[in-house]
């Protein structure tokens, strides 16, 4: 491109071409110049860069009109891939993405059982390499790597900084640094239900919305928010720790540092854990939810506790935030029918006009977080790709 164009402006355009051909591939440059009203001599050489980067290819013509035919670029969406993976308490998810964030294969696989964070990563390394190797990934086409992880995690820096009491030893971990180290490409970290609120961002239940709140309950319980189009971090990257919500002065005088007061009201382990406390019998929360469904006393009780924490955090969260939309995810709410009638019931009662808002279940479940991790990690990687360009992301 000319040297005497502002580099700024240069990367501008860059972004613009290569946005415009991803959108409407395939396209002539006499097309891309109508859509991005940049000059057809500024066009050509941006293209010229972008078909050196093998980002875009030629291929064919431009069929009828008048005149000299021109050819077709395309958008090489396949030019690279990554790996993006949800590491949850119980099962971790795997997925192979290409350059348009979409998902090309998924495998999932049971939460290591081991007692140190050296044997995890060690399970967690090998796995990653059985699948890449299982879907004939080579070296040269992984470009990154994403991780949405437990706990609250410095995005910026690829650090879990306190993680989930549901996985070996994690904290203080540089887990980017870890993979990176294996694998020789970029390692992208996120908090797992951040990334799962960008994936309802880019593919689910919150396309085009500006202001939403997710709710995880799961194995265990967190948040993620979205206010004005910005996704909410904090100051330490403790944003949407709900699961530390408290309710009543009794609650103060309890040490909840294991696992968090609204956690163990509302989540597969808390569930799981009140119900052998109260009858001496060890059950997962999915065995549990089928006991209230044939309507065990115990079970059924424990599901409407849970919808009324629920209730109460929702409506704080309401409160602070006033959100266009809360959609809740996680295992639990496979059993959504025991409880989400309570909980829009309790919402109905307690907003007004301006607050009012309906609860929702994720329609894309667990691949949710696969789709945000890799929305992120392509962000670090290829930033010229604008995916949504009217979302602060990072």
């Known amino acids: 491109m000319s040297p005497n164009v502002p580099n700024t402006l240069r990367l501008m355009n860059k972004s613009l071409v290569l946005n415009v051909i991803r959108e409407h591939t395939p396209l002539s440059r006499a097309q891309i110049a109508k859509v991005s009203g940049i000059t057809k001599a ?124 549901n996985l070996p030893e994690w904290e203080n971990i540089p887990l980017a640094d870890e993979v990176s180290a294996v694998f020789k490409v970029p390692v992208v970290l996120e908090n797992d239900i951040r990334s799962a609120l960008i994936g309802e961002m880019w593919r689910g239940k919150c396309q085009r919305v500006h202001s939403a709140a997710l709710i995880g309950v799961g194995t265990g319980l967190g948040a993620a928010l979205l206010m004005d189009g910005k996704i909410i971090r904090g100051a330490n990257n403790a944003a949407g720790e709900i699961g530390y919500m408290m309710f009543s002065r009794e609650h103060l005088s309890h040490n909840w540092r294991n696992k968090g007061c609204f956690e163990v009201h509302a989540s597969g382990s808390g569930i799981s854990q009140r119900y052998q406390e109260l009858s001496g019998k060890a059950l997962s929360a999915e065995a549990i939810a089928k006991l209230a469904q044939q309507g065990d006393t ?50 109905n009662q307690h907003t007004f006009s301006q607050t009012l808002i309906q609860i929702e279940q994720s329609e894309l479940g667990t691949q949710a977080p696969l789709y945000g991790i890799a929305v992120l990690a392509l962000n670090q990687v290829y930033p010229s790709i604008q995916f949504m360009s009217d979302a602060q992301l990072s």
Do not use: W
Request: hydrophobic share 45%.
């Open 42 to 165: 500024t066009i050509s050489e941006i293209v010229t860069e972008l078909l050196d980067e093998k980002i875009i290819y030629e291929s064919g013509m431009t069929e009828g009109g008048l005149g000299r035919k021109g050819v077709m670029v395309n958008f090489d969406a396949n030019h690279g891939v990554g790996v993006g993976i949800d590491l949850g308490g119980t099962k971790i998810s795997f997925s192979l993405f290409n350059l348009n964030a979409e998902l090309l294969a998924t495998a999932q696989t049971e939460t290591y059982k081991v007692a140190t964070r050296v044997e995890f990563l060690q399970h967690f390394n090998h796995a990653i390499r059985q699948f890449l190797n299982q879907h004939a990934v080579s070296a040269d086409k992984l470009k990154v790597i994403g991780i949405a992880t437990p706990g609250i995690v410095d995005y910026h820096h690829g650090i879990v900084l306190e993680g989930s009491p």
């Open 298 to 347: 115990l079970a059924e009780s424990l599901f409407r506790e849970l919808a009324d924490y629920l209730a109460i955090g929702i409506l704080n969260i309401v409160a602070i935030a006033n959100p266009e939309k809360i959609i809740l995810t996680g295992g639990v709410t496979q059993s959504a029918p025991q409880f989400l009638p309570y909980i829009q019931a309790h919402i």
